[in-house]
């Protein structure tokens, strides 16, 4: 039994096509995980729509990927002086984020990686003066600019990013090429409008790979069940009791991504009365599982194990069986399945599983 994603693959490609189409001169981003697909899943994908160009986010992402992508890959992370680095083909793009670290990069492709207010990294205003000596040993490939995902107050993606293309006018800097991200097809259309001469290329995954959630789905299946006795403990650990008609392994744990989760920035009180009452029911050791079953989620009844978890299931439906499937909520940018399977289509039933809201128990 294995967690196991499943690809309506004509579904999806056509997404991939439609985004490719709003985007002239897309930019694929392959990287992490594969967005939960896999780098060679999406390098192929890449290959398939004839970008020419695809992004990674190491170096040793790149050397993964190389000998299967013909085109040019764009090494998202910024070069460092005295890094370690594989060996990388001619087709490698890196990035450059501080002007004190371009040592070894004469005749090297690069893309110069500009300041934004994500205030992560990348080049300011005052950098330029010394950026400028050391530009004309490269083969300059553009300026790349990584925005915010989630823009609160002051000016917008395009704005923000109008306003480095004027200052960098203003240098007499190269600009026939900016990377940037984070941008609708309306914004990206603004900028090619204000600055013709200009070649604006969207860098995206998840636009790209996790736009389609109808076209994919995670789902597992029953390894065993056990009636629970009231009052017995269960679990390596023998920690918690356990009260109702069924406890249930599925397949799935920590090395697939379940149970993980990142710090989230909450915003307003619907979003910190959540996580008020997510604390609660965490103090009462009752957590939700990303498992779905009958439409609603299970509660964990004990910690998810490195290759399956142990949930309880209500009894007021049909009982569990065996090698029944089980629909799985997950992050596919956390989450590495045993294995991708690709059919023509997805059931309509497994939408509960790619973020339609559950049933509430």
């Not at 992004?55 to 299967?68: F, M, N």
């Not at 990686?113 to 530009?135: C, K, N, Q, Y």
């Not at 109808?214 to 006795?229: C, F, G, M, N, Q």
């Not at 909520?329 to 973020?355: F, H, K, N």
């Amino acid at each position: 039994m294995t967690l196991t994603l499943t690809i309506d693959t004509a579904r999806w490609q056509e997404h991939h096509r439609s985004v490719l189409d709003r985007f002239p001169g897309l930019v694929p981003v392959c990287k992490g995980n594969g967005y939960g697909f896999g780098h060679h899943r999406l390098i192929r994908e890449a290959t398939r729509l004839g970008t020419g160009l695809a992004a990674v986010g190491t170096v040793q992402e790149a050397a993964l990927v190389q000998d299967s992508f013909p085109g040019d890959l764009l090494v998202l992370t910024p070069y460092r002086n005295g890094e370690a680095s594989p060996a990388l083909s001619d087709r490698t793009i890196r990035v450059v984020s501080s002007p004190g670290h371009c040592d070894g990069l004469a005749g090297r492709r690069v893309v110069v990686e500009l300041m934004s207010s994500m205030r992560r990294h990348g080049i300011t205003e005052a950098d330029l003066p010394a950026l400028r000596p050391v530009m004309s040993g490269w083969e300059f490939e553009g300026f790349s600019i990584h925005l915010p995902l989630n823009r609160v107050g002051g000016a917008g993606g395009a704005e923000e990013v109008a306003c480095w293309v004027r200052r960098l006018r203003a240098e007499r800097m190269p600009l026939h090429q900016v990377f940037v991200s984070h941008l609708s097809a309306e914004e990206t259309a603004r900028l090619h409008d204000e600055f013709p001469r200009t070649r604006f290329r969207l860098r995206t995954g998840t636009k790209l790979w996790l736009g389609a959630p109808e076209a994919t789905r995670y789902h597992s299946r029953i390894i065993d069940l056990v009636r629970p006795e009231r009052g017995r403990r269960s679990g390596a650990g023998r920690r918690q009791p356990v009260s109702g008609p069924h406890l249930v392994v599925v397949a799935g744990g920590t090395s697939h991504g379940v149970g993980l989760r990142a710090p989230r920035r909450l915003s307003g009180l619907r979003d910190r009365a959540r996580h008020v009452a997510g604390i609660g029911h965490a103090c009462l050791n009752r957590h939700l599982s990303p498992f779905l079953w009958d439409g609603r989620r299970c509660r964990f009844a004990t910690p998810p194990h490195l290759q399956e978890s142990v949930l309880l299931v209500p009894g007021d439906g049909a009982p569990p069986q065996i090698g029944q499937e089980v629909a799985v909520q997950l992050r596919y940018t956390i989450t590495r399945p045993d294995r991708v399977v690709e059919e023509p289509q997805v059931p309509a039933g497994a939408l509960l599983a790619t973020g339609s809201a559950p049933k509430r128990g």
